[in-house]
């Protein structure tokens, strides 16, 4: 179900970028539109190093001190995701993961909606596969 959802908020993620860039094109001209285009990809692979060393650097910390505090881990995943939406060509992708930047919006996403998004995947349960036994022979050597 949720996979289903991700591959369709993608679909159409793509399909506005392509829209917002025949729209930005049209009313800008190719060159400037070009320079927007990979002004955006430029913001996003230097956001995408900075987030992704800081997420790594945050995560290694942790383990070696024996713990995890989930929220800070996701609000880097939240900022690594807002680093890939900068990466898409594309203005509505830039403009989503520019929302993402903003502590009021990263802050209330990691608080209400990711946690209630990923409760299916941390409650899922292994269906029984009944008893397990093990069979075989055993020998006393004295």
């Given at each position: 179900?949720?996979?289903?959802?991700?591959?369709?908020?993608?679909?159409?993620?793509?399909?506005?970028?392509?829209?917002?860039?025949?729209?930005?094109?049209?009313?800008?001209?190719?060159?400037?539109?070009?320079?927007?285009?990979?002004?955006?990809?430029?913001?996003?692979?230097?956001?995408?190093r900075r987030q992704g060393m800081a997420v790594w650097r945050?995560?290694?910390?942790?383990?070696?001190?024996?713990?995890?505090?989930?929220?800070?881990?996701?609000?880097?995943?939240?900022?690594?995701?807002?680093?890939?939406?900068?990466?898409?060509?594309?203005?509505?992708?830039?403009a989503l993961g520019l929302l993402l930047l903003?502590?009021?919006?990263?802050?209330?996403?990691?608080?209400?909606?990711?946690?209630?998004?990923?409760?299916?995947?941390?409650?899922?349960?292994?269906?029984?596969?009944?008893?397990?036994?093990?069979?075989?022979?055993?020998?006393?050597?004295?």
């Amino acid at each position: 179900m949720y996979r289903l959802a991700i591959v369709w908020f993608f679909i159409i993620l793509g399909a506005l970028d392509l829209a917002s860039l025949v729209l930005v094109g049209r009313a800008l001209g190719l060159g400037p539109t070009l320079l927007l285009l990979f002004g955006g990809i430029f913001v996003g692979s230097l956001l995408l190093r900075r987030q992704g060393m800081a997420v790594w650097r945050f995560f290694r910390q942790r383990q070696l001190a024996g713990g995890l505090p989930a929220l800070d881990f996701l609000e880097g995943l939240v900022g690594l995701l807002a680093a890939l939406l900068f990466l898409m060509p594309g203005f509505v992708s830039d403009a989503l993961g520019l929302l993402l930047l903003l502590p009021p919006v990263r802050k209330g996403l990691l608080r209400r909606v990711l946690p209630r998004w990923l409760m299916p995947f941390l409650t899922r349960r292994q269906k029984p596969q009944g008893p397990q036994t093990l069979s075989g022979e055993y020998r006393r050597e004295d």
